[in-house]
């Protein structure tokens, strides 16, 4: 039976089977297969929550508004009769007028063909107004004959007068202008103004530039390509050029306090002598500036202890970065996981806003006996689907996550672990292919883990957003710090699951086993682990950055002189936003690259030696950070000789250990 910790390998492995590079696929099986069941029920509620929703909700309502009757402005509500006015057909009128709009939550609201688009000050003005437009804005029951003599109240069924001009937004009538609202008003109606010259212009300006916008992003596209060749290239230089700014930045700061600190002790020493009395802000300035400089010297001799300790670590993380270059060059494809990732995110979170929509919408009509008016009740159940949706959300799009991170891991573990590196044959699609036959169950509980850990942070961020302001200051620390220490979790976990994944690919094993390898492995190498993702993760970050700043700058070039822009720096702006997230996208994948590298390094030097028979997988340019490299490498040269005078020999029968260790 597959599990996540029982049943499958065990714990106990031959040193032999260990150090032997046999092929791991070939006896690979499927794994945590009790969370792929779980995860596949789970789906069937999700699957029975949308078509609830479907059957019982209405996102209409929340796009073209609904009336006191619950008729959907702008839909046929025949289906929908609860009351003697609801039902009604209301396809000809799409706007939610307010009968009293300094009392909306009071109001009576009926669905009208056209907002009142100019002053209605008396009865007359109002039938006028409805005479000509056709657009009724009494109640459903009020003849148009009976307009000037009807009562006009909050519930109507005629509008309080005046009537200001109406403006439509998201399908409801409200006021052009709030000049003749109070403050208290305006702000009960809507909450900001309704600026609409500025608002046309930024939208004129995004018609006006769309083209240019989308070549700036085809230029950042090439930009992040070149970024990711150039990484490759001048990943020495760059991560030295950083080594250095950060002793000189640290050397200097420490200089100038020391120099600020001689020179308050100077200038006292003057003052005592000329015996002019101190104040005593004086004496603690020194002493601050005394404190400073200790602290900064100490902190100083620290960072260069550390970097002189590491400085082997950080040549591995040039090595690497090299490496996971080849890699790329070698498995161009890889690039676009991303692609295919975001896309189905896009597909996933579409489908979840649908159905979250129509599930909000799926509430119980009920009738007011006394006025007639209709609201919508959410039974019991809803209130759990609306967890059961929220937990999906979370746990399917780290589930889609993570499918990438598995399957980035996959492919270069096949690369790291294949001799002739030039001839993998179609890595990527292979690692999808382990993927869907035999690790889905390890992504999904791996993804599940998050999943658990997200949700309590935000309901925590959730509850401390709406206690804001009220409670006691303790108890508002106290959630922060809970928020902040899911968050560092959550963190953690997210980096630990990745090295598990590539664990996963590179073995076969469980969930559970291959976190506990991980784990191991990157605590028994934690100076690397924190070169990489200091040194290394600075400089993909200084990779983005250098994108974006490329890309703003045609983008400067291209605007600055349009003379159909108002505001040129606004679509330079969307498209630095677009720009970095391309960035990321390629950058990231190169990231998990480089990490995924140093787990197969680390594993690499655990099951072999260099010796005949048990010769690494690594290429030369990583063999000079393993201790036996002088003899690993002379293995290699004696081997490559071997293999020149070989001739008329298979070779499997030469080369008895030259089987990859991955398929």
């Known amino acids: 039976m597959c599990g996540c910790c029982a049943g499958g390998d065990k714990d106990e492995v031959d040193l032999n089977e260990r150090t032997s590079l046999r092929n791991p696929t070939k006896s690979r099986g499927c794994t945590d297969v009790i969370p792929l069941i779980i995860f596949i029920i789970f789906w069937v509620g999700m699957i029975y929550i949308a078509a609830f929703s479907l059957v019982n909700g209405d996102a209409w309502r929340l796009i073209y508004g609904f009336d006191s009757y619950g008729n959907t402005c702008g839909k046929n509500n025949k289906m929908n009769s609860v009351s003697n006015k609801s039902g009604m057909d209301m396809t000809d009128r799409e706007f939610v007028f307010f009968m009293d709009l300094t009392n909306m939550m009071k109001s009576l609201e009926i669905c009208v063909k056209q907002c009142p688009d100019k002053l209605i000050s008396t009865e007359e003005d109002l039938m006028n107004f409805s005479v000509e437009t056709q657009s009724m804005l009494c109640d459903y029951d009020v003849p148009l004959s009976n307009y000037l003599t009807s009562p006009r109240a909050t519930d109507g069924p005629c509008p309080l007068l005046p009537l200001y001009p109406n403006t439509p937004l998201l399908s409801r009538c409200i006021p052009s202008s709030f000049g003749n609202f109070t403050k208290k008003v305006a702000d009960n109606i809507i909450g900001f103004l309704n600026d609409s010259g500025i608002f046309d212009r930024i939208v004129s300006d995004l018609m006006a530039s769309w083209k240019l916008m989308l070549l700036l992003l085809g230029i950042a596209f090439v930009f992040?390509?070149?970024?990711?060749?150039?990484?490759?290239?001048?990943?020495?230089?760059?991560?030295?050029?950083?080594?250095?700014?950060?002793?000189?930045?640290?050397?200097?700061?420490?200089?100038f306090l020391w120099w600020t600190y001689y020179d308050k002790?100077?200038?006292?020493?003057?003052?005592?002598?000329?015996?002019?009395?101190?104040?005593?802000?004086?004496?603690?300035?020194?002493?601050?500036?005394?404190?400073?400089?200790?602290i900064a010297t100490i902190l100083t001799v620290i960072l260069l202890l550390v970097?002189?300790?590491?400085?082997?670590?950080?040549?591995?993380?040039?090595?690497?970065?090299?490496?996971?270059?080849?890699?790329?060059?070698?498995?161009?494809?890889?690039?676009?996981?991303?692609?295919?990732?975001?896309?189905?995110?896009?597909?996933?979170?579409?489908?979840?806003?649908?159905?979250?929509?129509?599930?909000?919408?799926?509430?119980?009509?009920?009738?007011?006996?006394?006025?007639?008016?209709?609201?919508?009740?959410?039974p019991e159940p809803i209130r759990y689907m609306w967890w059961y949706h929220l937990i999906g959300l979370i746990w399917t799009s780290e589930f889609i996550i993570a499918c990438q991170q598995m399957v980035i891991s996959g492919a270069v573990a096949r690369w790291y672990f294949t001799r002739e590196k030039k001839k993998v044959v179609c890595p990527v699609g292979r690692s999808v292919c382990r993927l869907i036959m035999h690790h889905l169950g390890s992504v999904i509980f791996?993804?599940?883990?998050?999943?658990?850990?997200?949700?309590?942070?935000?309901?925590?961020?959730?509850?401390?957003?709406?206690?804001?302001?009220?409670?006691?200051?303790?108890?508002?620390f106290c959630m922060k710090c809970c928020i902040c220490c899911l968050w560092c979790l959550e963190k953690c976990l997210k980096f630990l699951n990745q090295n598990a994944y590539t664990v996963v690919a590179i073995e076969g094993t469980y969930f559970c086993k291959a976190a506990r390898k991980a784990f191991t492995t990157l605590v028994n190498n934690a100076l690397r682990v924190l070169a990489i993702n200091s040194v290394g993760s600075f400089v993909l970050f200084l990779g983005k950055v250098a994108v974006m700043a490329a890309t703003a700058a045609v983008g400067i070039l291209l605007f600055k002189d349009?003379?159909?822009?108002?505001?040129?720096?606004?679509?330079?702006?969307?498209?630095?936003?677009?720009?970095?997230?391309?960035?990321?996208?390629?950058?990231?994948?190169?990231?998990?690259?480089?990490?995924?590298?140093?787990?197969?390094?680390?594993?690499?030097?655990?099951?072999?030696?260099?010796?005949?028979?048990?010769?690494?997988?690594?290429?030369?340019?990583?063999?000079?950070?393993?201790?036996?490299?002088?003899?690993?490498?002379?293995?290699?040269?004696?081997?490559?000789?071997?293999?020149?005078?070989?001739?008329?020999?298979?070779?499997?029968?030469?080369?008895?250990?030259?089987?990859?260790?991955?398929?």
Not at 270 to 285: G, K, R
Not at 615 to 628: G, H, I, Q
Not at 630 to 653: F, I, M, R, Y
């Open 224 to 255: 992040a390509i070149l970024m990711v060749l150039l990484i490759r290239f001048l990943a020495f230089i760059i991560v030295w050029v950083i080594m250095i700014l950060a002793a000189l930045g640290s050397l200097a700061g420490t200089g």
């Open 265 to 294: 002790m100077q200038e006292m020493n003057e003052h005592e002598a000329t015996q002019i009395p101190l104040l005593q802000i004086e004496i603690d300035s020194e002493t601050a500036f005394l404190v400073y400089s200790i």
């Open 307 to 378: 970097m002189f300790v590491m400085r082997k670590r950080v040549l591995l993380v040039v090595a690497l970065f090299q490496e996971a270059g080849k890699c790329i060059v070698d498995m161009p494809f890889i690039l676009v996981q991303p692609i295919w990732t975001f896309l189905a995110l896009v597909v996933f979170f579409v489908y979840w806003v649908v159905v979250l929509a129509f599930l909000t919408t799926a509430g119980t009509p009920i009738e007011d006996t006394a006025t007639g008016h209709v609201t919508f009740k959410d």
């Open 446 to 476: 791996g993804s599940f883990i998050i999943t658990l850990i997200r949700l309590p942070r935000w309901i925590l961020m959730y509850t401390q957003r709406k206690l804001k302001g009220s409670g006691s200051e303790i108890a508002q």
């Open 562 to 663: 349009s003379p159909d822009l108002h505001y040129y720096f606004l679509p330079v702006i969307i498209v630095c936003l677009f720009a970095y997230f391309i960035a990321h996208s390629f950058l990231s994948v190169y990231e998990m690259i480089v990490d995924a590298l140093l787990l197969c390094f680390c594993e690499d030097m655990e099951i072999n030696d260099g010796t005949p028979g048990k010769e690494y997988y690594m290429n030369t340019s990583l063999m000079k950070f393993v201790k036996n490299s002088s003899e690993a490498l002379a293995n290699l040269k004696q081997q490559k000789a071997g293999k020149d005078t070989t001739d008329g020999v298979e070779p499997e029968e030469a080369h008895p250990m030259k089987e990859d260790r991955m398929e």
